[in-house]
């Protein structure tokens, strides 16, 4: 292995030794964002209307875009000179633009309606599509608001509402929520 010096025996590691690693805070020891209210403990509900809508406005959405990015496609290729080298820069630009399009509306229709809601004691925890967790107070102190309701159709199985929360800040949020998940949301009063 190599020249062994008298040394070398003092160099060597004679027993294992363990070695801490910090781990990060689990999610039930993290402060809440709302300062003075904390995490809720309470049951998670589902959102299950609210994200079948979703999904299948996204579908529709996509879909409507890919049918309407064909037809634009084939005008263009049989347009007089639409396949001449020089347009095909131009279909470049344009497949680009419908695909940002399309990623940004099936994302933003899908973020509208979160994963579910836990209502505890303390605080109204809406857990996002991705995983975002927002904290909001208890729903009497929340304002939430009914703002327009979705009967039952090909598009969700049950009702689907548009609720809006405000925090403790006055920040506004609303959300696409399976009828009946937020007990307390209540029609907005028209001025």
Partial sequence: MGVRTPHSEQNTVSEPRAVRIP???S?????????????????FRANRA????????????????????????????????GGGSGAT????LFSAIAALLGAGGVLFA????????????????VVGRWARRRSFPPLAAAGAHLVRRFPASFLSDAP??????????????TFLLEEGLLPAAEPRPTP
């Fill in 110 to 125: 899908l973020s509208q309606a979160p994963r579910g809601v836990e209502i505890g004691e303390t605080a109204t925890v």
């Fill in 50 to 81: 609210g994200t079948q809508r979703a999904v299948r406005l996204a579908v529709l959405y996509a879909v409507g875009l890919a049918v309407l990015y064909g037809l634009l496609v084939l005008l263009d290729r049989s347009a007089p000179g």
């Fill in 23 to 25: 781990r990060t805070a």
């Fill in 89 to 92: 820069a131009g279909l470049e």
């Fill in 160 to 173: 689907v509402v548009v609720v809006e929360l405000t925090s403790l800040s006055g920040r506004r949020s």
């Fill in 27 to 43: 999610p039930d020891d993290r402060p809440s964002p709302l300062p003075g209210v904390l995490p809720t403990s309470g049951t």
